[in-house]
């Protein structure tokens, strides 16, 4: 009886060892948040450079996007060039006072699973160690151009020149995360 009572003993912490107890289901669910920015103003043929610092893990999409107001003459034209730390780049041009640039499909979710752990916080660190991706973590890096800034012609004359252009440049980040729940 004794030879019984620790030979299931010795199972039991040899399961408790190998994440056994209870079973747990992993569920992996996206969320956006705000990422870095920048702004300034450009002139004419002017070029400014940001480096935009993410540090979140399990990036799914990164997205960009560039707003100005033209105040003078007419529709000015901006491009937004934007470099992944992995070194791909993606751009926009365009006149109607927005630009996007988007990342998609950097680290797609795992598959929802399930778990034998000692206790939900053992099946949450777990499951977080067990998938990451670092593919969007690192310094990004965005160049806006003021590529045409006209200003107000009268008879073919220009009567008023367009100075400079504010303008404003956002990225939000998708990313997921692991849910964990018992049953």
Known sequence: MALLVAAIAGVFRFEMAQGG??????????????????RATSSEGQSAT???????????????????????GDPDTFRVAVTSPQGVSKSAEGSDGRLVVVFDALAPPPSDARMLAASAQEAQQRAAASDGSDAAVGAWRAEVTLVRAPGVTAAGVEVQKDGANAWALRSTIAFYEAHVERG
């Open 21 to 38: 107890g209870a079973s747990f289901r992993v569920t992996f669910a996206s969320r956006d948040v705000a990422g870095p920015g920048a």
């Open 50 to 72: 940001a480096d935009l610092a993410v540090g979140t893990r399990n990036v799914t999409r990164a997205q960009f996007r560039l707003a100005w107001t033209d105040d003078v």
